[in-house]
């Protein structure tokens, strides 16, 4: 036995999956869903680390609910879609997070220093990535 194999000789010992495979399209998808929750849920606390004093501000907590509305047509339309029918899907939610991206990287020098804004540039330019690699595949 090479070590790689179970006593039975059935294949690999590690890296097996149990249960249906989530692929990277539903993993943003769910990720958007929750995202999506949060800041419509509680849009002062989901942006406090973003927006910062904007945050606690009504017109921070009104695009803090329309960002999450957003999030959550993306969700659905990412999880429900047939695999098929997934690339309109993928190709708009690129572009909103590739303007989420540019957005927060135009205000930095307005936005005190922090994790949050450098996450959002970090996090939607992987999620960017991911989705318009799926689109093209």
């Known amino acids: 036995m090479t070590g790689t194999e179970d006593q039975r000789g059935a294949g690999p010992r590690f890296g097996r999956r149990r249960g249906p495979r989530l692929d990277a399209v539903q993993a943003v998808g769910w990720l958007r869903l929750l995202t999506g929750l949060a800041l419509?849920?509680?849009?002062?606390m989901s942006t406090r680390t973003w927006t910062h004093a904007a945050a606690a501000l009504p017109g921070g907590r009104l695009a803090a609910r329309s960002l999450g509305g957003r999030e959550l047509v993306l969700a659905a339309g990412m999880l429900t879609a047939p695999i098929e029918d997934r690339r309109p899907w993928l190709l708009v939610a690129a572009a909103a997070d590739a303007i989420d991206v540019g957005a927060t990287a135009a205000?930095?020098?307005?936005?005190?220093?922090?994790?949050?804004?450098?996450?959002?540039?970090?996090?939607?330019?992987?999620?960017?990535?991911?989705?318009?690699?799926?689109?093209?595949?």
């Open 40 to 44: 419509v849920v509680a849009p002062e």
């Open 107 to 137: 205000s930095l020098r307005q936005l005190p220093l922090g994790a949050g804004a450098l996450a959002t540039i970090v996090l939607g330019s992987g999620a960017c990535a991911v989705q318009l690699r799926a689109a093209t595949r």
